[in-house]
């Protein structure tokens, strides 16, 4: 029982800072009504500023600049480093409002998810870019580190301790302010009655303002402390800690804040204690343990504590763009057809890797077309689903010998199969908390299949191997001998997303469409009028796992192997990001977002017009992410098609004026 208890008190390090990015979420969602997925990456741009700082160096942010200002003395010591750390933290939460989230205020909440996924990817590459030599930094210790010892022979590091008394103390702080002070009680009561909070004369702008800079304070104070007790990386805050926060916020209810604090510091603490259940208990999972908690926490939460998120008002944050008709003609097939078969042949093989990339990143992009498009569900585990049907038909292809076409489609029925697993604790679920309940359990299939030997075997080696795609003799492969790239598996890409394509379509065009269409619009009208929503919500899930299965199998057959790193957290965000801002609810939309997907076809055009990016790359993409996002909050397509819709309307008074007045017979 000591055992136990030791691994209680280790992990109250990790649970202080589950705590204090959920501390983060509550206040910025009471704020602003949003989830910011960034707040993990804000947080260790906090933390990196405080490490460099300490060596003597001022890290500036814009590219461009030099790499970093460096001080005389060389280390600024610890007062100056942490109070410069930590302005830096508020002015990172301010300019993140500023410039990302007020423009979005009045948009979709899924506009707003997209936007902090392109916030995120600058912040994470700015730290990788600025810190390319230092990409995992050690910090010395802040807090004491001495042992110290509890009931008589327990003895456990106190920096763990005094981490998880200070964001206790945090907690009690931000819960006084909130109920005791006039900010926070105009803050809460603008979060129930966001117009009657206006009308008594608090200005919403600062109120959001000022939840965003503390809440960016609070995640980078707790960060820069956290420094010296983890291996600081561009990507521990991020993907490490965001699930399990997002699981204690959820148990907060996104309202309180000390049942937010108690949930982050249990599941960081249980978590701990799977280390030795490992070795006690024979069937305890050796994968995927730690990061399914935050999944049952979470699916408790919704549960048991209710199904929705709070809501600011009564205005729907959620609302899609609305879903244009399905019209097949020859020239929306052959014209972007067309045009991709003369790429492929006619340019050179940079251009016809940029083609590939649209193609598979088109064919992701109709897996959401169907979920959130069709039927108004959101997933941000479609990369999960591509990796299932992965590594699925790595294992098929190479140990059990199963040949192509029947290998990557019973991968995509398993995909599918999991799709359905997945969505059966969010049957009743929507929006913003479907989303977090699909991305915890993304992060959890991720861990427990893809980094487990039993399911993917030894991948020690750089992947695991999938054969080239063979059809009666002929190798559609994209590396054949010295052969490489081959124009032949670009064609092939390029036949299955249009075949994919039609049948998305005439899934639209269907009674199946139909009735996605209807749950979409009203789930109870839909089920009052005989539909069964939950078998709805089923065959949405499993189609869409099926499509995102299919460009997981293309990934696969593109690089010859497959690994976890291509089928990650992140990614599946980014799909999701560039899906929305293509166009969620048509084909059209989908091969738009194809297009403008990082490494595509627009990208890699941008490139050849003004020279490589370079090591900016990634981040001119987040920043590119969030201008669109802010320019088409309903996707570029759905803009397109408003404006068109603007202009045709704009052009029928001028006919009706330009026709001869009609004869009145008396």
Not at 29 to 56: H, K, P
Request: aromatic share 8%; net charge positive.
């Amino acid at each position: 029982m000591t055992d136990y208890l030791f691994y209680l008190l280790l992990g109250s390090g990790a649970g202080a800072i589950i705590a204090a990015l959920g501390l983060g979420l509550v206040v910025t969602y009471q704020g602003v009504s949003v989830v910011n997925f960034a707040l993990g990456a804000m947080a260790t741009w906090s933390a990196y500023v405080y490490a460099d700082l300490r060596e003597g160096a001022y890290p500036w942010p814009v590219p461009g600049l030099p790499p970093r200002y460096h001080f005389a003395g060389g280390d600024v010591g610890f007062p100056v480093a942490f109070g410069l750390a930590l302005a830096t933290s508020v002015v990172v939460g301010v300019l993140a409002y500023a410039l990302v989230f007020r423009p979005l205020r009045s948009a979709p909440a899924l506009a707003k998810v997209v936007a902090s996924v392109g916030l995120a990817i600058v912040l994470l590459s700015l730290v990788e870019q600025r810190f390319a030599d230092r990409a995992s930094i050690r910090v010395d210790p802040i807090l004491p580190r001495e042992p110290v010892t509890i009931a008589g022979d327990l003895t456990v590091p106190r920096d763990g301790l005094w981490l998880a008394l200070i964001v206790v103390v945090i907690g009690v702080v931000l819960w006084a302010g909130s109920r005791f002070t006039l900010v926070g009680l105009a803050t809460r009561a603008a979060a129930e009655n966001e117009k009657g909070a206006t009308l008594l004369g608090y200005s919403q702008d600062r109120m959001a303002l000022l939840s965003f800079a503390l809440a960016s304070l609070v995640t980078g104070l707790v960060a820069i402390l956290a420094a010296p007790m983890i291996q600081l990386g561009s990507s521990v805050l991020t993907f490490g800690f965001l699930v399990p926060a997002l699981g204690a916020a959820l148990l907060g209810t996104f309202r309180h804040l000390g049942p937010t604090v108690v949930a982050g510091l249990a599941i960081g603490m249980v978590q701990s204690t799977f280390v030795k259940l490992q070795g006690d208990v024979g069937w305890f999972p050796d994968y995927g343990a730690r990061e399914g908690l935050p999944f049952l926490v979470i699916i408790a939460a919704l549960v048991f504590l209710g199904e929705r998120l709070p809501e600011r008002g009564s205005v729907d944050t959620w609302r899609l763009t609305a879903v244009p008709p399905a019209k097949v003609s020859v020239v929306a097939v052959v014209v972007p057809v067309a045009a991709a078969v003369a790429g492929i042949l006619l340019l050179g093989p940079l251009w016809r890797a940029a083609i590939m990339t649209t193609v598979i990143a088109t064919v992701m992009s109709l897996s959401f077309v169907v979920l959130t498009g069709f039927a108004g569900q959101t997933s941000l585990a479609q990369m999960a689903f591509a990796g299932i049907a992965g590594f699925a038909l790595s294992r098929l292809a190479v140990q059990h010998g199963v040949p192509f076409p029947i290998a990557p489609l019973l991968a995509c029925l398993l995909a599918a199969a999991c799709g359905v697993v997945l969505a059966i604790p969010a049957l009743r679920l929507r929006g913003t908390n479907l989303a977090i309940v699909t991305l915890a359990g993304g992060v959890a299939l991720t861990e427990l299949v893809f980094k487990n030997p039993t399911f993917v075997g030894d991948i020690a080696s750089g992947g695991a191997q999938v054969p080239n795609p063979d059809l009666a003799g002929w190798d559609l492969g994209l590396v054949l001998g010295s052969e490489s790239p081959r124009p032949v598996f670009a064609l092939f890409l390029v036949a299955v997303a249009l075949v994919l394509g039609l049948l998305v379509a005439n899934l639209r065009r269907g009674a199946t469409g139909r009735l996605l269409l209807a749950i979409r619009s009203n789930e109870r009208a839909a089920a009052a009028a005989g539909v069964s929503v939950v078998q709805a919500k089923l065959l949405a899930f499993a189609l869409s796992a099926f499509v995102a299965g299919c460009a997981g199998c293309l990934i696969a057959y593109r690089f010859g192997s497959v690994s976890e790193m291509s089928y990650g957290l992140f990614a599946s965000l980014t799909a999701l990001a560039v899906a929305y801002l293509g166009g969620i609810t048509s084909v059209s939309g989908a091969v738009t977002a194809g297009v403008v997907a990082t490494s595509g076809v627009a990208f890699f055009a941008l490139t050849q017009a003004v020279g490589s990016l370079g090591e900016w790359g990634a981040l001119i993409g987040g920043v590119l992410l969030i201008v669109t996002a802010i320019q088409n909050p309903h996707g570029v397509a759905g803009t397109v098609r408003q404006r068109a819709a603007r202009a045709r309307r704009a052009r029928v008074p001028v006919a009706e004026a330009q026709s001869p007045p009609a004869t009145v017979m008396v």
